[in-house]
Each structure stands twice: as C-alpha cells, then as structure tokens.
C-alpha cells in the first residue's frame, strides 16, 4: 500500500508539470534573440515574410524559381504563361488615382541592357504619349519582384514600360474598342520587338484583350514620380476673352466611348474628384453607338474653367461645344 500511495504521489507531481492537457510547452523559436527583438519578432507573428495582400476573387501568389533568370536576360524564358488557374471577375475593381510619389529605389538606373538592348530612362514622364501594340503578362509572374522591387499582382492595375521613370500613371486606350484604364507602371518590359507596354491581367480584362493577348493601344502619361504632374492637358486655350452673348453658352465634353460602361465610370471619377453633374449623351455615328460624357451647358468663361481643372486632374483631355441657337 505505502509503495502504490508514494507511485501515485509522484504521477500526480509529474501532472502538474506538464503543460495543461497533457501537452508540452512549444519552445521559443526566438528564445536566442536579444530581449526587445524577441518581443518585436513574437508580435510580428510566426514567419518573417510578409505575405502579398491580394484583392477580393484574386488566387495566392506562386513559388517562382529564380534559378531560371538570368541578369540582362529573360525570366523563365522557357515557361509558358497563363490567365489564373481559376477564374478571377477583377470588373468590381477600381482603378488607381495617380498621386504623388517618390521615385522608385530601384529600376530607375540612367541606363540598363536587356537581352543585348540598352535602354535610357526618361528623367520625366511629362508630354509621353504613344500609340503601338500592348500585351499583358500573367500567372506566371503572380507574387515575384518587379523591377522596382514591389510583387507582381495579377489583380491590380499595374504596367511594365521600358523607359518611363517608376513609378509613372499612364492611360491606356485600346484603339480597337475605345475603352481605357488608368494603370501604374511599377515595371519593365515588354522586351518582345514592336511592343510598347506590358499590362497586368486585370488590365488586359478591363481592355477587353485577354483572349487575343495583344491589342493597338494608346498610352498617355498622366503623372510621373515626385509628383511631376503631367495629366491629360489640352492645347493652350486661347488669350482669355470677356464672355458676350454672342458667345452663347459652351458644353464641355470630357470623353466619347464605344462602351457605356467607360462612360459612366468617368462620370463616378468626376463626381468623386469633386465635379458632379456630368452626363451621358447617346449618338449614333455612321453604324456605332457611342456614349458621351458631357456637363450641361454654362456661359463660356465658367466651361473654359472646367475644362482646364478636368484636364489638371488628369480625366480627360475636354472639348468646348458651342449650343446650337
């Protein structure tokens, strides 16, 4: 009796020991750390990498091989790429609003040589407009470093440019169905000849250019890094005149879309920016319909002034339209 009383005394002492349910304590992974670094590395969590945010529908990012990059050449030249494996809706996303940034640490070197080819940077964004054939790039790609060193993300409105500085907002309009999309260039490329800007997927969906996987595009800067502000700007108004009723009153006309869809979003970025009362106009030209965004008539002076703060904001490149008497 006195052996099997002293057995239970010491499996009841070995009990309370353990950990409550009967389970070890964890041991600290940074127990070795100097005390406030450990206390820092507890609250930041279990792992050290930070986790690409992605967007509502959006997949994870994949595991890249950066044994298959070469410096001055291609990544994975040899690996097709793709849309998302599964379907991704990116039509409730909304686009960026160019701001003022700094420039990029890296991916802005005067110069840099890719696949034999050097490049120069532009030292401004300010004035670039050009016309040529857009691409976009995929899955491949989803979750690795750019140039300027931010992850790629499918999802998000985002470019790769050969020379304007990083980062840069450009419009981008595909020539082929009028709609458009305001996208940040964060990267480089595309390095395939006769291709002007390489668009993120969700880029290519809002252009209706996905399937065919390259579109003739127009591509306008609207603001460079260190806020050098280069929106859509019309040509110089002329010298500035008092208003006379001989003037008689002036639309102002922001955009003209095949897709009603563009239209009404620049009808949802005017009132956001703080410029309600656009509207739509529907018209019939030759056998296409097109949907332009225009203000209500207003005396010559006032839709002179509208003009030229849409054009600053970088919405539009408007038009003034006198009313027919």
């Known amino acids: 009796m006195r052996f099997a009383a002293a057995l239970l005394a010491l499996l009841l002492l070995a009990g309370c020991a353990s950990a409550p349910g009967g389970k070890k304590p964890r041991p600290d992974p940074y127990a070795g750390e100097p005390g406030s670094r450990a206390r820092a590395l ?30 001055g050449g291609l990544y994975a030249p040899g690996v097709p790429d793709s849309a998302p494996p599964v379907p ?14 700094p420039r990029a640490a890296y991916g802005n070197r005067e110069t840099y040589t890719v696949l034999g080819r050097t490049y120069r940077v532009m030292a401004s964004a300010e004035g670039y407009v050009e016309r040529g054939i857009a ?18 993300d499918m999802c998000a409105f985002t470019a790769a440019h050969k020379t304007l500085p990083l980062p840069s907002y450009v419009r981008v309009t595909n020539l082929e169905n009028g709609r458009s999309v305001v996208v940040r260039v964060n990267d480089r490329g595309p390095f395939h000849e006769g291709r002007i800007i390489d668009l993120s997927y969700a880029a290519a969906a809002r252009l209706d ?10 591509v306008r ?36 879309f095949g897709d009603r869809l563009n239209a009404e979003r620049l009808v949802g970025r005017l009132a956001e920016a703080g410029l309600p009362g ?15 965004v225009r203000f209500p008539p207003q005396p010559l002076e006032a839709a002179q002034a509208l003009a030229e703060r849409i054009a600053a904001l970088g919405l539009g490149t408007p038009g003034l339209l006198p009313v027919p008497r």
């Open 221 to 256: 800067a609207l603001m460079g890094p260190d806020d050098s502000r280069v929106a859509e700007r019309p040509p110089a108004p002329p010298p500035a005149r008092p208003a006379s009723p001989a003037a008689g009153a002036q639309v102002v006309q922001v955009g003209s």
């Open 42 to 71: 507890r609250e930041a969590g279990p792992t050290r990498i930070d986790p690409l945010p992605a967007p509502p529908n959006c997949v994870p990012p994949r595991e890249h091989d950066e044994s298959l990059y070469t410096p």
């Open 278 to 292: 656009a509207q739509l106009d529907h018209t019939i030209v030759g056998e296409r319909s097109l949907w332009r």
């Open 88 to 101: 991704v809706d990116v039509s409730h996303l909304p686009e960026p609003v160019p701001r003022r940034e």
């Open 209 to 218: 250019m996905k399937r065919n996987g390259t579109a003739r595009v127009e």
């Open 135 to 152: 691409s976009w790039y995929g899955y491949k790609f989803h979750g690795r470093h750019t140039s300027s060193r931010e992850r790629y």
